[in-house]
């Protein structure tokens, strides 16, 4: 009991000296409550709703070939071709047994430093066999086995591209000598309608080069990127020198398309990629599905017999 008067007492005369100074008791400061973010509600669950998947992580970039296609000897048969549009003469056939045969004119000089003209008719003009040699780059390829000029084809779209020897080919027969090399196509006359189509053809090209390029160099090792890169730049400077040649070249962009087109066919052969011929016939077209439902129309209507439903 005297502890506690004791301690009952200090308390009282605590009071009494805060109530005549005005001193407070120091309390401990009150921190504020952390602010917690409340969770959000789950979404309400629908009737039949299936559980969310996890999305599949995006995968690589894939090549494209787009509008392209391979092209087929059937758009070059029979058609009058010459070289740059303008020189020459190139007439691809085919014979009773289903072979190719080619009729071929070259126009060249006497000699290097000669200006006058002079004129060679490979085979003596009475055609030449031109032998099958696949597709290694996407387009067919053809041989021809000539021991003076040796010539390799590679059929495009209403054109021809020819590769000949390192150096020119020299008829020692004739005191004439040519390079049959270059972009065999129709004259200008003949592109003149189609001038637009050639335009957007080279730009949708040059896309898929440029798609494919990228593809093919991100799949290569460093050690084997370099030649890739060297290779495509290469793919501008020739087209630059072998399209400049080509007869009203700036109006039509008829050889910068067929170059352009050859490389992309070249790139998707390499990524293996499947191209389709521009020979393959169109895709039927699905049929329409009607509302079996909906009223016929008035001219249907008009064409049934009596007593039809």
Known sequence: MAALTAAAGGAQAQNIFELLFGIKPSRPPQQPPAYQRPEPAPPPEM????????SAPAGPALPRVGSVKAPSEDSVLGRDLKQNGSNGSLRIER???GDLRVRMTLVGRRSAQSVETCTIPLAGGDGAPLVAQGRPEGAPRYQLQDPTCPLQFDILDEAVLIKGPSDICVFQSVSCQADPSG???PEPAQLMPKVRDY???RASADRIVRDNYKVLASRARPENARPIIAEQAAFSSDREMMCRSYA???TTSFCNAKFTEARALSLATRLGIGVSTASA????RRRQQTDPYA???TDELMQRQPGED
Do not use: K, N, Q, V
């Open 295 to 297: 009223l016929p129309s």
């Open 248 to 250: 009203r070249e700036g």
């Open 95 to 97: 014979t009773s047994r």
């Open 183 to 185: 972009m065999w196509g």
């Open 199 to 201: 335009e957007a053809m």
């Open 281 to 284: 016939e169109p895709r039927p």
């Open 47 to 54: 009737p039949f709703d299936e559980p969310r998947r996890p």
